[in-house]
């Protein structure tokens, strides 16, 4: 949904306040939120739970920029900690490039009534110097006043520890990793921390490590084990999701040695031995995603009430479990969640769907609940709203791939045209929640597909490997197939079908051009053009992503080259759109500079756009209506509309 918060279908903007990054500790929720004109400063700020009319409470009154760069592509920025019975709040802010800290306690009653809600014990801190590098924000405090984190500094990650009781003071590098690192979190007492790593050539998504350390009185770690068990992990790569503690020595997270991200409990009582507590295995469930940023939860809770949310098919569910037994299911309306967060018995989310906007949800387990609970929220649906179909057809090699179908809403054409999106990622999936360009191409009278093509996410391990060594090539087949299908089933104008793609999707796109020709134009925006420059440019954590997409670039330069469409641009003589924002530090806007000449030499309708103040992902509402403006008045032109 990311950006689709601040729009309304067709033509209205939503005023309807975002709640970001959001947490419960007790009976406060947390978010952030901007605050002043621009999105360089913003702030922290608390309401009672369930009480959605209060009036917030401002936390951190400084300037302050409260952001999570790590890994490129960040996460959560903040952690509140609930410690020696105050609120213990630690972010990331990206002016001092520190980590800060404030301790809170729960306000008198006769201060509620004033929106007062938490009272300050201790001002705000910086707690480290500035680094050159990136926090994450998975902190763990122990007894004896100090805190863990994760950073990542010169292009290597480190567990550090902070003294509480200190001021701007050098992170105390506890352990070197090899590469990556991430997840961070501790027993009760924190005296066994766990995290996950991994290294090259692979993503998280597809191999990674689960450790666990003993910590001393001291602070500094005493022993290290990682987790490996023959039933899971030892002759197979597999990738390990939020492993996090439930009691003082039980752990639970998700792996995907069944080729589905499925719940794992381990017992931990002795870091020498530890073992499978409980295994549940459920084909066509996921208890995970891929971890582009870090902070993603799907459980929370403890040992005695335990909360997780899977996809099950299209809708996520939310299961409860008490002492580690399955107790309850509950089936949701929601095609995606996020903010996922329990708090004794008071469970916290934030879901979204097909016909409604992200909304806040907060229950109290201690209540009865019925396992049809959702089913008595009430939901503003968006009205005259184009709903998803799902629509599995033969891709690539014939195997079975997953769509979404949007009908229009009006009949402006006497067979439509064919709006075809690839997503990003590309293992990255799209979910059928609701999406104000979507709704805007239907109130229009376009018909509008979406393609999980072969390596999309949460259709299983092997739907995620198929685009193995095969991307530009399998994805841009599954576009195809997917058109050709609606062209033969009569749904759609076969002589109007146009292609878009944001990022690795304008790859896709592009590539689509090249071949045949079902597609009669592209809308591109930041699309990944040069693999080669992507290989050696990329950011950290990505600089191994291509080993899998593509190959071993020395071995398979070929490939680089041939799936460029940068290098094949002159082959292409259909009208082409594209926008790009000139600070993206993703994919490089000069890239699509390179190839304007050529686009505008080939085809009088193709237009490059750039933004100056956007960039990778377009934030202001202004740049994406006039997006949405030069779209209609391009397909105009390039399909004789």
């Known amino acids: 949904m990311s950006n689709d918060d601040k729009l309304k279908v067709r ?30 400063e913003n702030a922290i700020f608390v309401r009672p739970f369930n009480q959605k009319e209060a009036f917030p409470q401002k936390l951190t009154s400084k300037k302050y920029n409260i952001k999570n760069n790590f890994h490129g592509y960040g996460g959560k920025s903040y952690k509140c900690i609930n410690f020696k019975n105050n609120f213990y709040l630690f972010w990331i802010d990206q002016i001092t490039k520190a980590v800060w800290f404030q301790i809170f306690k729960e306000a008198v009653s006769n201060y509620k009534s004033q929106n007062k809600y938490l009272d300050s014990v201790q001002e705000p801190r910086q707690l480290s110097k500035s680094i050159d590098g990136n926090f994450d924000s998975s902190f763990v405090i122990s007894e004896k006043n100090f805190l863990y984190g994760i950073c990542e500094i010169n292009n290597r990650d480190y567990l550090f520890s902070l003294n509480l009781k200190k001021t701007k003071q050098d992170i105390h590098r506890i352990k070197k990793f090899k590469n990556f690192a991430g997840e961070l979190s501790s027993n009760t007492s924190a005296n066994l921390l766990s995290w996950i790593e991994w290294d090259s050539p692979y993503m998280p998504w597809e191999r990674n490590d689960l450790f666990f350390a003993q910590i001393d009185t001291d602070g500094e770690i005493q022993k290290i084990k990682k987790f490996s068990n023959k039933l899971i992990n030892t002759k197979k790569n597999v990738s390990f999701f939020q492993p996090y503690w439930i009691s003082e020595t039980i752990l639970v997270c998700s792996e995907d040695s069944s080729g589905w991200w499925n719940l794992l409990f381990l017992d931990v009582s002795e870091i020498e031995n530890i073992y499978i507590k409980k295994k549940v295995e459920r084909d066509l469930i996921e208890y995970g995603v891929p971890q582009w940023v870090s902070g993603i939860t799907f459980f929370s809770g403890t040992i005695k009430n335990l909360f997780c949310i899977a996809k099950k098919q299209n809708n996520f569910i939310v299961e409860q479990y008490k002492d580690l037994e399955f107790f309850k299911e509950f089936s949701t309306p929601f095609t995606s969640i996020s903010d996922f967060c329990v708090f004794r018995k008071k469970i916290l989310l934030k879901g979204y769907g097909s016909d409604f906007l992200g909304i806040v949800f907060e229950i109290d387990f201690a209540e009865k609940v019925l396992s049809n609970l959702f089913e008595h929220i009430f939901f503003d649906h968006i009205k005259d709203c184009s709903k998803p179909e799902t629509f599995w057809f033969k891709g690539f090699e014939n195997q079975s791939t997953h769509s979404f179908l949007y009908r229009p809403l009006i009949e402006n054409f006497r067979k439509p045209p064919l709006l075809v999106r690839a997503h990003s990622g590309p293992t990255s999936c799209f979910d059928g929640s609701f999406n104000s360009e979507v709704q805007y191409w239907t109130s229009k009278g376009y018909f509008v597909a979406e393609v999980n093509y072969g390596g999309s996410s949460g259709f299983g391990k092997v739907y995620r490997e198929r685009l193995n060594h095969k991307w530009g090539i399998l994805d841009s087949h599954d576009c195809h197939a997917l058109a050709l299908e609606l062209i033969k ?29 079902t597609f009669k134009a592209a809308i591109c925006k930041y699309p990944v053009i040069d693999l080669k420059d992507m290989y050696y440019n990329t950011h950290r954590f990505e600089k191994d992503y291509l080993n899998s997409l593509v190959g071993n670039y020395e071995e398979n330069i070929d490939d680089y080259i041939n799936r460029s469409p940068i290098n094949q641009v002159n082959m292409i003589k259909k009208p082409i759109l594209l926008f790009h924002g000139k600070k993206d530090r993703v994919i490089p806007y000069k890239q699509t500079l390179k190839i304007q000449e050529i686009l505008m030499q080939n085809n009088k309708y193709s237009e490059l756009i750039f933004f100056e103040n956007e960039g990778h992902g377009f934030k202001n509402t202004v740049n994406k209506k006039l997006v949405m403006q030069k779209s209609e008045e391009f397909l105009k032109n390039a399909l004789n509309i």
């Open 11 to 40: 033509k209205t903007e939503s005023i309807k306040q975002v709640l970001k990054e959001l947490t419960i500790v007790r009976d406060t929720i947390f978010w952030i939120d901007v605050v002043g004109e621009g999105q360089n």
């Open 489 to 517: 089933l009569n749904l759609v104008d076969s002589d109007k079908v146009v292609i878009f793609g944001n990022s690795a999707g304008g790859l896709t796109a592009l590539n689509c051009l090249l071949y045949g020709s």
